[in-house]
């Protein structure tokens, strides 16, 4: 039984250390650190309430790489699971080479100053990792995370090629806020105003943010507008799938979230340069933050289910076929059960998941590693006993958009 040390007490890392109490004969021991040791208190406390396990809490701040190594040769875990932000991901990377664990994250890196996700900065660490004996697995969330396992197992189940891919992500939660994200504002909105890219034919398309719009109809949510965004998981599937001509990602955002972004956006809230206020610098997007609701406070009135999925068009045996795969997440569930919305619970089971197989050594290898290199199969299984389970259906044709 393995001992793990889950860094970052926001909404993600509580479903995670929730989930992984849940399941004593996989998680030996559980220990949580962040930058503000109360809020991992309370997790804590809620676990013990919940399951009866006690999980050990450290304050820590990530970005201190001297301080985490210290950490992780006291707590002495085989694995680390981050699901801090993305400007910590290189520094945890650093400390468990140092202190030799191996790694897992949720959302690759992003430089602090610039609002650029790239897999690259973290694809550079693999001969170090090799070189270590150690393994790091990149983006076990939902997407990243359970889209490219749905992408691989559709390869490896239904289809001999994809042609193209899209990825649909549709919360259809209302959490009675005017406004408000589900998962840390800051990123979430430097992810939503970043120009959009897709995949075509061995090239990025960029247009401008939020231009490009289409209404889908969700299946236990409704129709909804959705609209085509980057998203990190295209990278990888891009460069892991080659034979994929065309990989889109599209997410819903209602009427209202888009007026408020756009305002913001036009006054300059969003801005990630530094301005001069009285005196002190601030960056205004996280300023913004410190006003915005924490998504980890949404739980208790967010009503509504997600429903995130992949479309994929491809041969079979000569023929063409296009298979829909989707989870649907109801937002009270979700809460019931580990005191967070969907939003969260959706990316900390699949942080759970990707952990178990791990330390199990099912996914095993030395150097960094993507989601979509390992079997799909044993994801598949846990998504389906542990909360997030999923459907597929044929399509009659490809996307008409
Ligand atoms: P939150 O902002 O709710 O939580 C982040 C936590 O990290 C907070 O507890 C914060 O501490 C802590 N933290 C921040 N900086 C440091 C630091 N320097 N050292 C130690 N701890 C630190 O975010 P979420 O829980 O919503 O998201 C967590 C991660 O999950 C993010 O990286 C996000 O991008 C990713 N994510 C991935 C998704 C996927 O599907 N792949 C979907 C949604 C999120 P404090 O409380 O003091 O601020």
Redesign the pocket.
């Known amino acids: 039984m393995a001992k793990v040390l889950v860094?970052?007490?926001?909404?993600?890392?509580s479903v995670a250390v929730h989930k992984m109490a849940m399941n004593p004969d996989i998680f030996g021991e559980i220990a949580l650190a962040?930058?503000?040791k109360a809020?991992c208190d309370a997790i804590a406390a809620s676990v013990k309430e919940r399951t009866g396990q006690t999980i050990a809490t450290y304050q820590?701040?990530?970005?201190d790489v001297a301080a985490t190594t210290a950490l992780l040769n006291e707590v002495t875990p085989v694995l680390v699971v981050n699901?801090?932000?993305?400007?910590?991901d290189l520094h945890i990377m650093d400390a468990c080479l140092a202190a030799g664990v191996n790694y897992m994250d949720?959302?690759n890196y992003e430089p602090i100053d610039e609002a650029k996700f790239e897999y690259k900065w973290q694809w550079a660490y693999q001969e170090r990792f090799k070189e270590a004996g150690l393994m790091a697995l990149l983006?076990s969330?939902?997407?990243?995370?359970v889209t490219s396992v749905f992408a691989t197992w559709l390869k490896k189940h239904k289809l001999d090629t994809i042609r193209t891919l899209d990825i649909l992500d549709c919360n259809g939660g209302d959490h009675g806020q005017h406004f408000a994200t589900n998962?840390?504002p800051e990123?979430n909105i430097r992810e939503v105003t970043a120009p959009a890219r897709h995949w075509l034919n061995g090239e990025w398309i960029e247009t401008p943010a939020l231009t490009i719009r289409e209404n889908f109809d969700f299946e236990a949510v409704g129709p909804k507008n959705m609209y085509l965004m980057y998203h990190e998981e295209l990278e990888s599937l891009a460069h892991h799938l080659p034979e994929i001509e065309r990989i889109r990602f599209w997410m819903t955002f209602g009427d209202a979230y888009i007026t408020h972004l756009t305002v913001l956006q036009n006054v300059g809230m969003t801005r990630i340069d530094p301005v001069i206020y009285e005196g002190k610098e601030i960056i205004p997007l996280q300023f913004l933050k410190a006003v915005l609701p924490?998504?980890?406070s949404l739980g208790a009135t967010t009503k509504g289910k997600t429903n995130i999925g992949d479309i994929a068009t491809g041969l079979k045996d000569g023929v063409e076929k296009t298979f829909y795969i989707y989870n649907i997440c109801d937002h009270e569930d979700a809460y019931h059960e580990t005191g967070n919305q969907a939003?969260?619970y959706?990316?900390g089971v699949p942080a759970m998941i990707g952990a178990a197989l791990m330390v199990q050594g099912i996914w095993k290898g030395e150097g960094v590693f993507n989601i979509e290199q390992f079997d799909p199969d044993p994801y598949m299984d846990m998504l389906n006993k542990h909360g997030l389970p999923w459907q597929v259906k044929e399509l009659a044709g490809p996307l008409a958009f």
């Open positions: 860094i970052g007490a926001g909404g993600v890392g962040s930058r503000t809020k820590i701040d990530a970005d699901l801090a932000l993305p400007y910590q949720t959302a983006g969330g939902f997407d990243p995370g998962f840390n990123i924490e998504p980890a939003v969260s959706t990316t």
